[in-house]
């Protein structure tokens, strides 16, 4: 007895060692990989430009494009020269990295992107990802809870391979618009079945068909637009910090709304939780339709005139 007891405790032993191994040889591969792939990031073409750096520049956006001849990228290389030559000239291209605060090109994109931020997760579903699967319980469809937790990320990625094929034909405004419009209703839709009839096949059905809808909507539109938006609504001198700033209000509001979002369900409830999001997205929709700016085929310098003349 005394035998076997030692034996299955050197197969755990071994077994719990190789894992270990494995786990330490994953990490280990990760990280090389990490490092290796971030070496081999190019730097900016603007940033490229800024120093001078023109003939290097112009290699990397060649690269950038699919390793195109230099004649299929002329015109989108000489765009960014004439934009990085009009900062040069301006004044607030003298000013230091903590001057960029000052930058008058700053703040309406940045009130712009804040705001942006706030609708999108809640339109997303930022607030209740981590509690998924007792959402799918409350539904009580005949799927199995983990089931339906498998079926979201793929409805999530089949999003965002539609706003590849999307965005340049329809544009990120029409995207934004049309997307928090389906999101917007499906929360109202969900709220209003749970409040007012009784839980059957069909409705549990519906619920959750409007659930998937709303989660294929986001990714298609409203969460995946919100980061190229970022990329171009910022002047080239105070991108870094408008990046940075909206990128640290994202996380904060991610980590406020998923540590508080099971206090608002209980406080007004599970449905009534759904119906808040779905009024929320059409104050979004309302804003977004007269703040938003068509960015899509249009030049950074052309899009920051738009917000040096339009008050947000």
Known sequence: MNMRNTKSVLRCTKLLVYNMYLHLFKRTTDTTNSVFYSLQTPDSPMWLLSRGKIDKAKKVLMKLRGYVSEEKCATEFQEMVQYVSLSAKSEEAKQKSLGSFSHPGLWSPLKLMLTYIFFSNIMSGVPYAPYLMNIF????????????????????????IFT???????GKRYLVL???TVCSMSYILIGFIGQF??????TSWAKLALFFGSTLSSSLGIMPIGWILMSEVFPMKSKNL???????????????????YMDLEKFIGFYNTFVLFGCVGIVGLVYFYFYLPETENKTLKEIAEHFKLEPV
């Open 197 to 202: 009839y009784v839980d059957t096949e069909y």
């Open 242 to 260: 408008g990046c940075s700033i909206c990128s640290a209000v994202y996380f904060f509001l991610s980590f406020f709304m998923t540590k508080f």
């Open 164 to 170: 590849i094929l999307l965005v340049h034909r329809l």
């Open 137 to 160: 319980a409350s539904f009580n469809t005949q799927v199995e809870p983990a089931w339906a937790m498998s079926a979201y990320p793929a409805f999530s990625i089949i999003g965002n």
């Open 178 to 180: 049309s997307t928090i």
